[in-house]
């Protein structure tokens, strides 16, 4: 057996998880925390129990297994298996001088003094946002049926998580298919939204051809796992309006045709094995179906607005991809257009959809440094509070 060098074993010992101990909520006021996408940790579902996103071994080398989600006709591809939530990403250390990442940690510390009655709904961040929107609304009757029907709940959201509260909102546990009916929210009192992608990311559209690194590793989060995540194509833009010609002007594009994607060569289409099984193509119209289905849901309406308040966290100062260029009929990622947001998401599609009536508080903190910024964590106290 060959023995690793001091050195490296120091390296793999320095690496740290951190953990936050929230006590279970007490009381008839309740604050939800719903992370955003990548904001859990996961772990193998058996008796191992191997974390998978995201250890230290996983960010210092390329790696070999993915976090892809198997589906029929898939190829075989090193993965790890079925996989459990692990709480949610705190602070994740590598040696101070290496790497550290610093996710919901300082939030959920602040949380734990400053709002009333805190807990984290944390979930499978790869799964379709509509299931898991269920699950947050079944949670929130959860807790008033164990306080006799009499309870508040702050809802306060981050990322994608923006999507799965409002979804929840608007249908509670039931179908989508119809007019809005805020059925989820019968005992939410106030709701916050920091750096939610309501009209979608651009930015994701790339992700698809060229994956996701973390660190060194570009396994995880490969274009072959990105594919099987049903919350990666609902990340997307609601409509395909982030063409524009070789000037800059918009041009008509449909990005959501599987002949798109297949013909393209994005995504896992790059592989030219991959378009002649016809499983992938199969796979492609389900996940851009949930896309669709999803932006569907989540589309302005009218009526009155809700009877809950809510704040919405707007991200400046961080540009990012607005437009992809399109050439000789085809995209292409070089020379993107940019604009403002908060580095993943754009000002412009930071906003909840009509009719919500929203606060809005700008930062300058950038899209994961916001939850942990001391001006926004105040800001947000005072909200939910009432304060």
């Given at each position: 057996?060959?023995?690793?060098?001091?050195?490296?074993?120091?390296?793999?010992?320095?690496?740290t998880a951190s953990r936050v101990a929230l006590p279970p909520p007490t009381g008839d006021e309740?604050?939800?925390?719903?992370?955003g996408y990548r904001g859990s940790f996961l772990a193998t579902a058996d008796a191992e129990h191997e974390r998978a996103w995201v250890s230290v071994g996983d960010l210092l080398t390329r790696g070999e297994r993915s976090l892809a989600l198997p589906f029929p006709g898939q190829r075989a591809t090193p993965t790890f298996g079925a996989l459990e939530v692990d709480g949610p990403m705190t602070r994740f250390t590598v040696l101070p001088w290496v790497a550290r990442y610093d996710i919901y940690k300082g939030f959920l510390e602040f949380a734990r003094e400053r709002l009333p009655g805190f807990m984290v709904f944390d979930y499978d961040w790869r799964q379709d946002n509509r299931v898991t929107a269920k699950r947050l609304c079944a949670l929130l009757e959860e807790l008033a049926a164990a306080r006799g029907g009499r309870v508040?709940?702050?809802?306060?959201?981050?990322?994608?998580?923006?999507?799965?509260?409002?979804?929840?909102?608007?249908?509670?546990?039931?179908?989508?298919t119809g007019e809005p009916t805020w059925a989820g929210a019968r005992h939410v009192k106030r709701v916050v939204f920091l750096g939610t992608p309501f009209r979608g990311a651009p930015g994701m559209f790339d992700d698809f051809t060229l994956g996701t690194p973390m660190g060194r590793n570009r396994a995880l989060l490969s274009p072959e796992a990105?594919?099987?995540?049903?919350?990666?194509?609902?990340?997307?833009?609601?409509?395909?309006?982030?063409?524009?010609?070789?000037?800059?002007?918009?041009?008509?594009?449909?990005?959501?045709?599987?002949?798109?994607?297949?013909?393209?060569?994005?995504?896992?289409?790059?592989d030219a094995a991959v378009r002649e099984l016809p499983a992938y193509r199969q796979w492609l119209e389900r996940m851009l179906e949930a896309r669709s289905g999803l932006a569907r849901a989540l589309s302005e309406r009218g009526g009155p607005p809700p009877p809950f308040r809510t704040l919405a966290v707007v991200g400046v100062g961080h540009p990012l991809i607005k437009s992809f260029r399109v050439i000789d009929g085809k995209p292409t990622f070089e020379d993107p257009v940019l604009a403002?947001?908060?580095?993943?998401?754009?000002?412009?599609?930071?906003?909840?959809?009509?009719?919500?009536?929203?606060d809005r508080l700008e930062t300058k903190a950038d899209h994961v440094a916001m939850v942990g910024d001391e001006e926004v964590m105040e800001a947000v106290a005072r909200f939910v509070t009432g304060d």
């Amino acid at each position: 057996m060959r023995l690793l060098p001091v050195p490296f074993l120091m390296l793999l010992s320095a690496c740290t998880a951190s953990r936050v101990a929230l006590p279970p909520p007490t009381g008839d006021e309740v604050t939800v925390f719903i992370h955003g996408y990548r904001g859990s940790f996961l772990a193998t579902a058996d008796a191992e129990h191997e974390r998978a996103w995201v250890s230290v071994g996983d960010l210092l080398t390329r790696g070999e297994r993915s976090l892809a989600l198997p589906f029929p006709g898939q190829r075989a591809t090193p993965t790890f298996g079925a996989l459990e939530v692990d709480g949610p990403m705190t602070r994740f250390t590598v040696l101070p001088w290496v790497a550290r990442y610093d996710i919901y940690k300082g939030f959920l510390e602040f949380a734990r003094e400053r709002l009333p009655g805190f807990m984290v709904f944390d979930y499978d961040w790869r799964q379709d946002n509509r299931v898991t929107a269920k699950r947050l609304c079944a949670l929130l009757e959860e807790l008033a049926a164990a306080r006799g029907g009499r309870v508040k709940v702050n809802l306060v959201a981050h990322s994608m998580g923006g999507l799965v509260t409002l979804h929840c909102l608007r249908y509670g546990t039931g179908d989508d298919t119809g007019e809005p009916t805020w059925a989820g929210a019968r005992h939410v009192k106030r709701v916050v939204f920091l750096g939610t992608p309501f009209r979608g990311a651009p930015g994701m559209f790339d992700d698809f051809t060229l994956g996701t690194p973390m660190g060194r590793n570009r396994a995880l989060l490969s274009p072959e796992a990105l594919f099987t995540f049903a919350s990666a194509f609902q990340l997307l833009p609601a409509e395909s309006d982030f063409f524009v010609d070789a000037s800059g002007q918009p041009v008509a594009f449909d990005a959501y045709r599987p002949d798109a994607w297949v013909d393209g060569g994005w995504g896992v289409f790059q592989d030219a094995a991959v378009r002649e099984l016809p499983a992938y193509r199969q796979w492609l119209e389900r996940m851009l179906e949930a896309r669709s289905g999803l932006a569907r849901a989540l589309s302005e309406r009218g009526g009155p607005p809700p009877p809950f308040r809510t704040l919405a966290v707007v991200g400046v100062g961080h540009p990012l991809i607005k437009s992809f260029r399109v050439i000789d009929g085809k995209p292409t990622f070089e020379d993107p257009v940019l604009a403002d947001g908060d580095g993943s998401v754009l000002t412009t599609r930071a906003l909840p959809p009509a009719p919500l009536h929203v606060d809005r508080l700008e930062t300058k903190a950038d899209h994961v440094a916001m939850v942990g910024d001391e001006e926004v964590m105040e800001a947000v106290a005072r909200f939910v509070t009432g304060d």
